[in-house]
């Protein structure tokens, strides 16, 4: 899957990495984060390969923001809508998103990857605990305003 970042510089790629492990500890999903941590070492140590910056251990570049977007880390917090659990289809017309179309791309702690069989929408779905974590992380992540407040 490519993705409007390609070919990230690798600095810019162990930020999004370190990104993306934290939220997946947010989530507790701990061989996720184990696994993301030996991608990273292997990033810093220049011991990835290609353009791709590819590692044999299930980890690439397309990987990590494919995460990012799934668990809504910025820069790519905005990559998929998130719906209720058992949702339609957002972009079929009421009536036509019938459950047979939709199908569940990948699931998580908290969460799945939905798609739409008919028009090739996609969505996250996220229950309201992983919701939580979520909005938590994201108001973790943001960026601390530095200098003087007030008059």
């Known amino acids: 899957m490519l993705h409007e970042c390609s070919g990230l510089d690798r600095r810019r790629l162990s ?3 370190v990104a993306l492990g934290r939220a997946f500890g947010a989530l507790d999903m701990k061989s996720h984060v184990r696994s993301l941590r030996l991608y990273y070492l292997a990033l810093e140590h220049g011991l990835v390969t290609g353009e791709r910056n590819q590692l044999k ?12 977007r799934i668990l809504r880390v910025p820069p790519y917090h905005s990559s998929y809508p998130v719906l209720a659990r058992g949702s339609r289809c957002p972009r079929c017309p009421k009536g036509d998103g019938h459950p047979v179309e939709i199908s569940t791309l990948l699931t998580f702690a908290g969460g799945a990857k939905m798609g739409c069989r008919r028009c090739n929408a996609v969505w996250v779905e996220l229950d309201e605990e992983a919701r939580a974590v979520m909005a938590a992380s994201a108001i973790a992540r943001r960026p601390k305003r530095h200098g003087r407040t007030g008059p």
């Not at 299930?58 to 990987?63: L, N, P, R, S, V």
């Open 15 to 17: 930020e999004l990495v």
């Open 57 to 68: 251990a299930e980890w690439t570049e397309d990987a990590v923001v494919e995460w990012l």
